[in-house]
């Protein structure tokens, strides 16, 4: 079993079955941003939110960032310590 620092949103995103383009739809981003999610990257914190914010709307359960595996700088910061 993967621990959370594990997952990536890739994983979150296809355990909800749902596409990276719906993601990406509803987050009213570009897919190549949602891509950059997906695989860890971090993220500024406005995508972030917005990300959350779809991913929480389609998939009906509030998430948090970390639950959710969206990586942000000030956590890419954390992790570096």
């Known amino acids: 079993m993967q621990t959370a620092e594990q997952y990536h949103f890739l994983t979150r995103r296809q355990e909800s079955g749902l596409t990276s383009e719906q993601f990406a739809e509803a987050a009213e981003l570009a897919l190549a941003e949602e891509y950059r999610a997906?695989?860890?990257?971090?993220?500024?914190?406005?995508?972030?939110?917005?990300?959350?914010?779809?991913?929480s709307r389609l998939t009906g359960r509030s998430w948090t960032m970390e639950e959710a595996a969206i990586k942000t700088p000030r956590e890419g910061i954390a992790r570096d310590e």
């Open 38 to 55: 997906e695989i860890g990257c971090i993220m500024q914190p406005e995508i972030a939110s917005r990300l959350l914010a779809a991913f």
